[in-house]
């Protein structure tokens, strides 16, 4: 009898063990490859005539679906991020404008549900491998906790100020993520060392020095003498490919934001040359190594076919897609230097749009979208459907089959349909756009309103000083005019009106999504 016992266990273990991997099959995993300054004049599946060599973002394309009218809720960094990953426009934080610096306190609440704590409540493993640039608690040397950026406070901002030994709390293993590597914020603001989870890997031992260079900017600061800039991306790969490798017992969230190809703009060696774009372009092609490296260790692990991957950027190319001698561009548009630097080698990040990072106009928020989930995604597909990249959190509730809370997602839509060829009603009501000085924008159809003048960025006129002789704002039919050239404002006023009591109602509400 004890031995029918045991086999009738052994029987039921083995039936459950195989439920179990059944319902793993069912959940795929998830990885959001996230690049920095990247625009869709940059891959060869965007843009035919780039002077960058895009093979593995071209193979996502190829085997998955293309957004061409896929947007970053603001036009810099940071508060990209903490869209991409709470669902929520980040102007309902406290920062209403610019970006965090590396020593910048927590911007994403405990309480918040992200994509990394919703995944991981569902039985995920979760990994953010990457610049995290989202504020993490950093402790001075008086046992306080370091407060928001101050002009006057030099020691926080440089590191001098800031005690290493300590636990560094309310970074990613705060908010959902089981394991982190990586870089506090971008590779021009100190601390210039690697972060493990909730620690330094070595206590700073050296000073970075400033640089002002076209392509090689730093700040100076706090690092360790063993960190080098050019090495910081193929670490990342390397990461990044060893917890994929690890991860076979169960789904995963893999979260990889990389430093690439944001200043400063610094290839490996084997690179250099790679592209007929300059160093820019060359550090492009290493992004796509990047990606090349996570897709093959994916077919490696024989687990590429139930992985979706996603590809995007968190602004676009501060490298912008305009010829100032074309005579159809703008007149009184004016790129800073830096952005004319690749344009005169004839290429354009952000191919034919106006505008460059940082500003209102599309070149600063429109960007690359590629997905690939060979099981679900429909192969060569193309998606004309307008989406934001906080619509990631609604879409991977969506896929695991979770509803999110009234108080999660609250700018979130889930764009699951648009990614497997289901075509229907627009998703989305509109969209919103918000610039580096907190200008906004919003997007409903065809229409885009800009609420102020200029580019409310880096380009000029910037447009934050009034000017009496120009229309309040601005209203271009980007069907008609995607390069945003006629301001039809003072023509459509109960359209302009109709669109900023929309922006309001959003601003008001606390939320977008219905």
Known sequence: MEVMVQIRQLILGAMLGVASLAHAADRPNVIIILADDMGIGDPRCYTAGSKIPTPHLDAIAAKGV?????????AV???????????????????KSSVLDGFGPPLITPQRVTIASLLKGKGYATACIGKWHLGMQWTGFDGAAIGDRDPNM?????????????????GPNAVGFDRYFGISASLDMPPYLWIENDHVVKQPDAVMPSQRDIALTTTTGKMTSDFKLEEVLPRLKSEA????????????????????PHLPVVPGKKFLGSSEAGQYGDFVVEVDDFVGGVTEALERNGIADNTL???????????????PKNPDDVAGYKPTPRATAVADLGHRGNAHLRGTKADIWEGGHRVPFLVQWPAKIPAATVSDEPVELTDMLATVAAMVGEDLPADAGEDSYDILPAMLGQNGEPIREALVHHSLRGMFAIRQGDWKLVVGQGSGGFSQPRGM????TLPDGQLYNLADDPQETKNLYAQQPERVAAMTALLEKYQSEGRSRR
């Not at 917890?243 to 979260?255: A, H």
């Open 66 to 74: 293309r957004f061409t009218d896929a947007h970053t809720p603001s």
């Open 154 to 170: 030099r020691g926080f901002r440089s590191g001098d100020a800031a005690d290493f030994s300590k636990t560094i709390t309310g």
């Open 77 to 95: 960094c940071t508060p990209t991020r903490y869209g991409l990953l709470t669902g929520r426009y980040c102007w309902r934080t406290r920062l």
């Open 309 to 323: 991957v996603l590809f995007t950027t968190d602004n676009g190319s501060l490298w912008h897609g305009w010829d």
């Open 241 to 260: 490919i060893k917890w994929i490798n690890e991860k076979q017992d169960g789904p995963f969230f893999l979260y990889a934001p990389l430093n690439a």
């Open 465 to 468: 000083k009034h000017d009496p």
